[in-house]
């Protein structure tokens, strides 16, 4: 139940309009040490999103629920009567007058700097008029000190223990400035038994609430014992004040002090920070101000030093006269370090999921293995380099290189007939995107299918390493039953040889230091075509052979490197990534001709089913 | 974001613009011009050529009133005569008001003789607006205030014509309902294009049309987001007698481009206290305390920044207060006051990163002008910001005084001060 002078209390519960995430884990976690009962985020309004959004309560996760609406949000928690609006200074109009309409939502607190202050007077006038509150604009908000926080009101949760806002005080105070909002709580938590409630009207011209409204308030509410207010140059709210205190409206001892005495020893047109902040009359000015409150009955220190001083000497006199106790501090839960907070200050550590070995982009530059990015560029490292550092983390030598660039060329494409790029153009004649297009020509790769490099290199080392002479080779495969991987063309024969394997041969007798299993695989060959001519050295096999002799060759690999790279599959990497360039070229032909979907002449098929008797 | 006066060219323009929105039959067209100290003259007259066919009215177009007590206002002259004036007056040092500044700026229009002098003035109060009218306008209106009418408008139901008839006395005659209809379409030009001021005075009526002679108008800044088209291309003038250094200008550059707030005052540049102050209301005390202690005279600079800017722009508003306080040696040494209250939700420790960056940077030049900082500072992170500047400290061999929140915010300010 809330009483009329009340806001907010240990049941308020509350809209987020925006999606705060850092706000909203504050609000949460003062409500977990204040040992409220329930979160006071009943739900959060976010215009481009709507679902659940997952929060900390402790320990412990909570789901609150997330709308694009305010109204739709007001219609399922008919309970809730208050909105933060950290909707911007654009916004903040029409999202805080929908609010007001809400029939529930009594008190709708504006965080936006400028708002204009015609808009800040209609939210003003429209919210008195409906006996309702707007907070703000220009403000963090305030709070009930054990009962509810507004947004980001009193920074950390260190801080909140600091000041001892987990739990009710006996002082109402009540500011301009948001920013002095949490110096007050400090202060008054040192000179007093603490805060009952604080609130920041925001430092605009034309607050939604004054400070009076709430000084009013203050007065109202009998767990309030001294009211405290800090007010500034410009504008005339502490006049108010003033004539309240004349009329007897206030009772209650009120500290005040009105802060910009300088402004009088300052050139005339310095705008301070706020916008309000500027006295075009001698009755705006601070040292007016603070004479004016001072002669109503005010205590007004000397200066803003003796704020504190001034609050402990009136809270003391209160507590002489039984008006204020000292409060028996409440055992307050801690909230568990943030992950993250404690991972940054080397609190704590957790062994990780994944690790990486090739690359690293979390510096000022992009790492290849040990290369920058523009060592990679200067160095003209090449396709291939960079193939060496990441597939290999090794910075191969020049022709090492350049014999993978000499791969990727001649692997590149093989025309539009081949199983691969027929299905990737099948694809895209279906309408595909280039990347399904692509991945349905990349999954043909496979043992029929360019996918014979490693199964190649993998035979013929085998063969060489134990000593089989080709003859014996030739013999156990034939008794095995297994085509030598590598061996025979379709086309292709003796008569006819493949300008591709000559071209990769070429370069190997050219550059390589050795080339033993290129000669022995050509051994092989030359019993094999003795039987039949297109059993020739094709060029799956012609690579897989030539880069085990490669690697051989540049003495940067160990012998367990050199198995690792044909277990693992590396060599069938280069021809996937070489047809890549070649799939991709046949797909975009495809889109530029605006091919039609592809279907298959029947008369191409063969219907054989089963006769009806037979099934 | 503040109320904000504009130049009398620019409510003039607008006032030719946008009253025709409400208004049928306004035949004031707007001819005013703009001279100010890079104007091209014979262009201006290229482009206006009733310039050389009408008597015309010069006066200085630079935020202050009074003008014609001041004797600045040239009135029925021909082009020769207004080339003559500004010649004269283009950069003429003058005291109005007991501020001394340049005549830059100056308003020509055509001049137009009349009997009548009207005044009207809208005024922006808490939950309405005030609408005042009499018709004895013109200088003497403050003397004969007892015959200003006035009309609330209630900020959100408005006004009707009802109102605005009650304070246009029906010894106007045929005109009067003229000047009512003027008065309402007016009052809407006043809502519609964000002022918060708006006086004409005086206005006149000459063969049936209102002329307004003399406007001062001030702008809600705040509402350059809806109003950007209707505003024309206007842009808002210091008051008289500021020009702002080049190190305001760019620090108001800076605060135009972000969300956060960065703002500097040069009071003194020999002044021996400068400040870096977190936050609006802390900034005020922090200068309040120094002026309490008898050193306004030593205060440097007024400034602020808050709503959490970013390490790169504290660089820049840092590196912007150190380069001008370490321009000039003092004997007494320079005293850097870094404070603030106990921040809601700005990261101490990633601002105090800016802040670093630039001490480290300017190390000799603060050695040198014999630089003592003091630094008080609470909030998010402010364990770190504060370890961080213990640290420099050493490192730089500067002296460097750190306190948090259990220190009181302004204690640093006697401190400094040695009080």
Redesign the interface.
Same mark, same amino acid.
């Given at each position: 139940m809330r009483m009329e002078y009340e806001l907010f209390n240990r049941e308020t519960t509350a809209f987020v309009y925006g999606f705060q995430v850092?706000?909203i884990q504050r609000m949460l976690d003062f409500d977990y040490i204040c040992l409220r009962n329930t979160p006071s985020i009943a739900a959060i309004i976010n215009p481009n999103q709507s679902g659940t959004h997952k929060a900390f309560w402790g320990a412990e996760e909570i789901l609150l629920p997330m709308y694009r609406t305010i109204a739709e949000a007001s219609a399922d928690h008919s309970e809730v009567e208050v909105m933060v609006n950290f909707a911007s200074?654009?916004s903040a109009f029409d999202t805080t007058m929908e609010a007001l309409k809400q029939e529930s939502i009594h008190t709708v607190a504006v965080i936006a700097?400028?708002?204009?202050?015609?808009q800040a007077?209609?939210m003003?006038?429209?919210a008195?008029?409906l006996g309702k509150t707007v907070i703000g604009p220009a403000t963090?908000g305030g709070l009930v000190a054990g009962a509810f926080r507004i947004g980001?009101?009193?920074?950390?949760i260190e801080?909140i223990v600091?000041s001892r806002l987990y739990r009710p005080g006996c002082v109402g105070f009540v500011?301009?400035?948001?920013?002095?909002?949490?110096?007050a @709580?400090?202060?008054i938590s040192r000179n007093s038994n603490g805060i009952f409630e604080g609130i920041a009207v925001g *430092? /605009?011209?034309?607050p939604g609430s004054t400070m009076l409204d709430h000084i009013l308030r203050f007065e109202a509410n009998p767990k309030i014992a001294l009211i405290a207010c800090?007010g500034? !140059?410009g504008g005339e709210d502490e006049y108010r004040i003033v004539e309240a205190l004349k009329k007897g409206r206030i009772r209650k001892p009120l500290v005040a002090w009105v802060? *910009?005495?300088?402004a009088s020893? !300052?050139?005339?047109?310095?705008? @301070? *920070?706020?916008?309000?902040?500027?006295a075009d009359t001698q009755r705006e000015t601070?040292f007016s101000k603070n004479e004016a409150l001072r002669e109503a009955g005010a205590h007004v220190p000397t200066? @803003? /030093?003796d704020y504190?001083e001034m609050i402990r000497q009136v809270y003391q006199e209160l507590m002489d006269k039984g008006l204020a106790k000292d409060v028996e501090e409440p055992e307050v839960p801690t909230i568990p370090v943030d992950y993250s907070k404690a991972l940054a200050s080397g609190m704590i550590r957790r062994p990780t999921t994944f690790i990486c070995t090739i690359s690293d982009d979390r510096g000022e530059e992009l790492l290849y293995a040990n290369k920058t990015i523009s060592e990679v560029i200067e160095e003209g490292l090449g396709i291939g380099g960079a193939i060496g550092l990441l597939w290999f983390k090794k910075q191969l030598p020049d022709y090492a290189a350049r014999f993978i660039e000499l791969v990727l060329q001649i692997t590149a494409d093989h025309g539009p007939a081949v199983s691969g790029a027929h299905n990737a153009i099948v694809a895209s004649c279906a309408g595909k995107d280039l990347i399904s297009s692509l991945a349905s020509g990349l999954l043909t790769i496979g043992p029929r299918f360019g996918g014979a490099i490693d199964d190649a290199a993998r035979e013929f080392k085998r063969a060489y390493e134990t000593d089989l002479s080709p003859e014996e080779f030739v013999v156990e495969m034939k008794r095995k039953g297994i085509n030598i991987p590598g061996i025979g063309h379709r086309i292709k024969s003796v008569k006819n040889p493949d300008v591709r394997v000559q071209i990769l041969v070429d370069y190997a007798r050219r550059n390589f230091a050795t080339t033993e299993l290129l000669d022995y695989a050509q051994q092989v060959e030359r019993l094999t075509t003795a039987k039949k001519g297109n059993l020739i050295l094709n060029v799956d096999g012609c690579i897989g052979v030539l880069f085990l002799d490669l690697m051989s060759s540049c003495h940067l690999f160990s012998k367990e490197e050199i198995d690792q790279v044909v277990r693992l599959g590396y060599l069938n990497g280069l021809f996937a990534l070489g047809r890549t360039i070649g799939l991709i070229g046949h797909i975009l032909d495809q889109k530029r001709l605006g091919a039609r979907l592809y279907r298959h002449p029947t008369e191409d098929i063969t219907y054989m089913l089963p006769s009806r008797d037979g099934i | 974001?503040?109320?904000r006066g504009i130049r009398e060219f620019d409510a003039k323009r607008m006032l030719a613009r946008s009253l025709p929105h409400y208004l049928d039959d306004l035949a004031y067209k707007g001819e005013v011009v703009l001279v100010g100290p890079d104007t091209d003259v014979e262009e201006v007259v290229a482009l206006n050529s009733w310039l050389l066919r009408k008597r015309l009215v010069i006066k200085p177009d630079q935020l202050f009133g009074k003008r014609g007590i001041h004797g600045l206002i040239l009135l029925d002259a021909d082009w020769d005569a207004v080339k003559e004036y500004l010649a004269k007056n283009m950069g003429r040092e003058v005291e109005i008001g007991g501020?001394i500044g340049n005549l830059t700026h100056f308003l020509i229009e055509p001049f137009v003789p009349h009997e009548n002098e009207y005044y009207v003035a809208i005024r922006?109060e808490? &939950?309405s607006d005030a609408i005042y009218f009499s018709t004895e306008g013109g200088v003497s209106v403050e003397e004969n205030w007892d015959r200003v009418l006035q009309a609330q408008a209630d900020?959100?139901s408005g006004i009707d014509s009802g109102a605005i008839s009650a304070i246009v006395p029906a010894d106007l005659g045929e005109e009067r309902q003229k000047v009512i209809e003027f008065i309402s379409a007016l009052y809407l030009f006043y809502?519609d294009c *964000?002022f918060?001021y708006l006086e004409i005075n005086p206005f006149t009526i000459t063969d049936g049309t209102i002329m307004p002679l003399d406007m001062v108008a001030k702008l809600?800044d705040?509402?350059e @987001?809806?109003c950007r088209e209707r505003w024309l291309d206007l842009s808002f003038p210091?008051?008289f007698?500021?020009t702002p250094t080049p190190e305001e200008s760019y620090i108001k550059d800076l605060d135009s481009k972000t969300g956060s707030?960065l703002?500097l005052?040069i009071?003194n540049p020999a002044g021996r206290v400068w400040t870096m102050i977190?936050?609006?209301?802390?900034?005020?005390?922090y200068?309040?305390?120094?002026?309490?202690l008898g050193h &306004?005279c030593d !205060?440097a600079n007024?400034g602020?920044y &808050?709503?959490d800017p970013n390490t790169e722009e504290t660089y820049h508003y840092t590196a912007t207060i150190l380069d001008l306080m370490t321009r000039e040696r003092d004997p007494r040494g320079r005293i850097l006051l870094i404070g603030?209250?106990?921040?809601?939700?700005t990261d101490v420790a990633s601002t105090f990163k800016g802040i670093v960056m630039a001490l480290r940077e300017y190390r000799d030049r603060l050695k040198e002008s014999d630089v003592k900082i003091y630094v008080r500072r609470?909030?998010?992170n402010y364990e770190q910001g504060l370890k961080l500047m213990r640290s420099l400290g050493r490192e730089l061999d500067i002296p460097i005084e750190v306190f948090g929140?259990e220190m009181?915010?302004?204690?640093i300010v006697?401190m400094a001060l040695g009080e």
């Amino acid at each position: 139940m809330r009483m009329e002078y009340e806001l907010f209390n240990r049941e308020t519960t509350a809209f987020v309009y925006g999606f705060q995430v850092n706000a909203i884990q504050r609000m949460l976690d003062f409500d977990y040490i204040c040992l409220r009962n329930t979160p006071s985020i009943a739900a959060i309004i976010n215009p481009n999103q709507s679902g659940t959004h997952k929060a900390f309560w402790g320990a412990e996760e909570i789901l609150l629920p997330m709308y694009r609406t305010i109204a739709e949000a007001s219609a399922d928690h008919s309970e809730v009567e208050v909105m933060v609006n950290f909707a911007s200074h654009r916004s903040a109009f029409d999202t805080t007058m929908e609010a007001l309409k809400q029939e529930s939502i009594h008190t709708v607190a504006v965080i936006a700097e400028g708002v204009p202050e015609r808009q800040a007077r209609i939210m003003a006038t429209t919210a008195r008029k409906l006996g309702k509150t707007v907070i703000g604009p220009a403000t963090v908000g305030g709070l009930v000190a054990g009962a509810f926080r507004i947004g980001n009101t009193a920074g950390t949760i260190e801080n909140i223990v600091a000041s001892r806002l987990y739990r009710p005080g006996c002082v109402g105070f009540v500011s301009k400035s948001g920013g002095m909002l949490n110096e007050a @709580f400090n202060i008054i938590s040192r000179n007093s038994n603490g805060i009952f409630e604080g609130i920041a009207v925001g *430092g /605009d011209r034309y607050p939604g609430s004054t400070m009076l409204d709430h000084i009013l308030r203050f007065e109202a509410n009998p767990k309030i014992a001294l009211i405290a207010c800090l007010g500034e !140059l410009g504008g005339e709210d502490e006049y108010r004040i003033v004539e309240a205190l004349k009329k007897g409206r206030i009772r209650k001892p009120l500290v005040a002090w009105v802060t *910009g005495t300088c402004a009088s020893v !300052l050139p005339a047109s310095v705008q @301070f *920070g706020h916008a309000g902040a500027k006295a075009d009359t001698q009755r705006e000015t601070a040292f007016s101000k603070n004479e004016a409150l001072r002669e109503a009955g005010a205590h007004v220190p000397t200066s @803003f /030093d003796d704020y504190g001083e001034m609050i402990r000497q009136v809270y003391q006199e209160l507590m002489d006269k039984g008006l204020a106790k000292d409060v028996e501090e409440p055992e307050v839960p801690t909230i568990p370090v943030d992950y993250s907070k404690a991972l940054a200050s080397g609190m704590i550590r957790r062994p990780t999921t994944f690790i990486c070995t090739i690359s690293d982009d979390r510096g000022e530059e992009l790492l290849y293995a040990n290369k920058t990015i523009s060592e990679v560029i200067e160095e003209g490292l090449g396709i291939g380099g960079a193939i060496g550092l990441l597939w290999f983390k090794k910075q191969l030598p020049d022709y090492a290189a350049r014999f993978i660039e000499l791969v990727l060329q001649i692997t590149a494409d093989h025309g539009p007939a081949v199983s691969g790029a027929h299905n990737a153009i099948v694809a895209s004649c279906a309408g595909k995107d280039l990347i399904s297009s692509l991945a349905s020509g990349l999954l043909t790769i496979g043992p029929r299918f360019g996918g014979a490099i490693d199964d190649a290199a993998r035979e013929f080392k085998r063969a060489y390493e134990t000593d089989l002479s080709p003859e014996e080779f030739v013999v156990e495969m034939k008794r095995k039953g297994i085509n030598i991987p590598g061996i025979g063309h379709r086309i292709k024969s003796v008569k006819n040889p493949d300008v591709r394997v000559q071209i990769l041969v070429d370069y190997a007798r050219r550059n390589f230091a050795t080339t033993e299993l290129l000669d022995y695989a050509q051994q092989v060959e030359r019993l094999t075509t003795a039987k039949k001519g297109n059993l020739i050295l094709n060029v799956d096999g012609c690579i897989g052979v030539l880069f085990l002799d490669l690697m051989s060759s540049c003495h940067l690999f160990s012998k367990e490197e050199i198995d690792q790279v044909v277990r693992l599959g590396y060599l069938n990497g280069l021809f996937a990534l070489g047809r890549t360039i070649g799939l991709i070229g046949h797909i975009l032909d495809q889109k530029r001709l605006g091919a039609r979907l592809y279907r298959h002449p029947t008369e191409d098929i063969t219907y054989m089913l089963p006769s009806r008797d037979g099934i | 974001m503040a109320q904000r006066g504009i130049r009398e060219f620019d409510a003039k323009r607008m006032l030719a613009r946008s009253l025709p929105h409400y208004l049928d039959d306004l035949a004031y067209k707007g001819e005013v011009v703009l001279v100010g100290p890079d104007t091209d003259v014979e262009e201006v007259v290229a482009l206006n050529s009733w310039l050389l066919r009408k008597r015309l009215v010069i006066k200085p177009d630079q935020l202050f009133g009074k003008r014609g007590i001041h004797g600045l206002i040239l009135l029925d002259a021909d082009w020769d005569a207004v080339k003559e004036y500004l010649a004269k007056n283009m950069g003429r040092e003058v005291e109005i008001g007991g501020v001394i500044g340049n005549l830059t700026h100056f308003l020509i229009e055509p001049f137009v003789p009349h009997e009548n002098e009207y005044y009207v003035a809208i005024r922006s109060e808490y &939950s309405s607006d005030a609408i005042y009218f009499s018709t004895e306008g013109g200088v003497s209106v403050e003397e004969n205030w007892d015959r200003v009418l006035q009309a609330q408008a209630d900020i959100i139901s408005g006004i009707d014509s009802g109102a605005i008839s009650a304070i246009v006395p029906a010894d106007l005659g045929e005109e009067r309902q003229k000047v009512i209809e003027f008065i309402s379409a007016l009052y809407l030009f006043y809502v519609d294009c *964000g002022f918060v001021y708006l006086e004409i005075n005086p206005f006149t009526i000459t063969d049936g049309t209102i002329m307004p002679l003399d406007m001062v108008a001030k702008l809600d800044d705040a509402e350059e @987001f809806w109003c950007r088209e209707r505003w024309l291309d206007l842009s808002f003038p210091e008051p008289f007698g500021r020009t702002p250094t080049p190190e305001e200008s760019y620090i108001k550059d800076l605060d135009s481009k972000t969300g956060s707030s960065l703002k500097l005052t040069i009071l003194n540049p020999a002044g021996r206290v400068w400040t870096m102050i977190a936050g609006g209301g802390a900034s005020v005390i922090y200068a309040d305390t120094i002026c309490d202690l008898g050193h &306004s005279c030593d !205060l440097a600079n007024y400034g602020e920044y &808050s709503g959490d800017p970013n390490t790169e722009e504290t660089y820049h508003y840092t590196a912007t207060i150190l380069d001008l306080m370490t321009r000039e040696r003092d004997p007494r040494g320079r005293i850097l006051l870094i404070g603030g209250a106990i921040a809601n939700f700005t990261d101490v420790a990633s601002t105090f990163k800016g802040i670093v960056m630039a001490l480290r940077e300017y190390r000799d030049r603060l050695k040198e002008s014999d630089v003592k900082i003091y630094v008080r500072r609470g909030g998010p992170n402010y364990e770190q910001g504060l370890k961080l500047m213990r640290s420099l400290g050493r490192e730089l061999d500067i002296p460097i005084e750190v306190f948090g929140p259990e220190m009181h915010m302004t204690r640093i300010v006697p401190m400094a001060l040695g009080e």
